[in-house]
């Protein structure tokens, strides 16, 4: 299996878990997503020398909707989209891995699982509230 978005995460030693890959900059030391981002998302710096760093997957859950139409094609609907911390200084959307809304809290700390798709032969990253994630 390969990852579907391969410049942004990797799977895990444990199998089931993703890492994500940042760039730190080497001017100001802050981590910036996706890691081949040309320039430093905290102070402008290009990151052509910036360290790879690879971190466990998740973060912060602030905010989530349920989706009543799929945004792309092959989307499930519904599904739940959520704004997830992943570092500081770091938003980014993310598909929740939920049955429905009741499961998730704002706050609540989530992490990165792969989501296989053996039709296509790759796996994607999907999230889980942290207790649940742990139990696969």
Same mark, same amino acid.
């Given at each position: #299996?390969?990852? =579907?978005q391969p410049t942004l995460y990797e799977l895990a030693d444990d199998g089931h878990s993703l890492n994500f890959f940042f760039a730190? !900059? /080497?001017? !100001? ?11 430093? #998302?905290?102070?402008? +710096?290009?990151?052509?020398? $910036? ?8 973060? *912060?859950? =602030? *905010? ?7 945004? =792309?094609?092959? #989307?499930?609907?519904? /599904?739940i989209a959520g704004d997830i911390r992943i570092a500081p200084g770091i938003v980014e959307e993310g598909v929740m891995a939920v049955?429905? @809304? /009741?499961?998730?809290?704002?706050? #609540? $700390?989530?992490?990165?699982?792969? *989501?296989?798709?053996? +039709? @296509? ?10 207790? @649940?994630? $742990?139990?696969?």
């Amino acid at each position: #299996m390969k990852p =579907l978005q391969p410049t942004l995460y990797e799977l895990a030693d444990d199998g089931h878990s993703l890492n994500f890959f940042f760039a730190q !900059c /080497s001017a !100001c030391g802050g981590l910036s997503f996706p890691a081949n981002a040309p320039g430093c #998302m905290h102070c402008g +710096e290009p990151l052509s020398q $910036a360290t790879r760093i690879t971190r466990p997957g998740g973060g *912060e859950l =602030l *905010e989530f909707v349920t989706l009543h139409v799929p945004l =792309l094609p092959g #989307m499930a609907a519904p /599904s739940i989209a959520g704004d997830i911390r992943i570092a500081p200084g770091i938003v980014e959307e993310g598909v929740m891995a939920v049955a429905d @809304e /009741s499961a998730l809290k704002h706050g #609540m $700390a989530v992490r990165a699982v792969a *989501e296989v798709k053996p +039709e @296509e032969g790759v796996y994607a990253c999907r999230f889980v509230p942290v207790n @649940e994630g $742990a139990a696969q």
